[in-house]
Nanobody, 124 residues
Framework: QVQLVESGGGLVQAGGSLRLSCAAS????????MGWFRRAPGKEREFVAC????????YYTDSVKGRFTISRDNAKNTVYLQMNSLKPEDTAIYYC?????????????????WGRGTQVTVSS
């Protein structure tokens, strides 16, 4: 069993930055891809970014490419999401998730453990 706890959310003005963290406990995440998803008000939860187990490959949804960066520190069992140039449409609850395998994926079914989320609100 693994527990995932997100932190770092908050209220920020458009154009600002936030760094989300996802701390895992219960077992190592070194063999697993990790992902970030988000759920905006009134919308379905959607893929944001993922990173393979070694950190050698990352993937992003088009709307955040060039603004968000996913990274991981396996020694700390932690994954990060650096969010720059934030826009009001980035407002959502952000969730981290542990992948089934080392490679990750774009679908929620590719992940089997989820955190409770952290709220990000971007004001215009």
């Amino acid at each position: 069993q693994v527990q995932l706890v997100e932190s770092g959310g908050g209220l920020v003005q458009a154009g600002g930055s936030l760094r989300l963290s996802c701390a895992a406990s219960g077992r190592t995440i070194i063999w697993n891809a990790m992902g970030w998803f988000r759920r905006a008000p009134g919308k379905e939860r959607e893929f944001v970014a993922c990173i393979t187990s070694t950190g050698s490959n990352t993937y992003y949804t088009d709307s955040v490419k060039g603004r968000f960066t996913i990274s991981r520190d396996n020694a700390k069992n932690t994954v990060y999401l650096q969010m720059n140039s934030l826009k009001p449409e980035d407002t959502a609850i952000y969730y981290c998730a542990l992948g089934h395998s080392y490679s990750g994926g774009l679908n929620q079914g590719d992940y089997n453990y989820w955190g409770r989320g952290t709220q990000v609100t971007v004001s215009s």
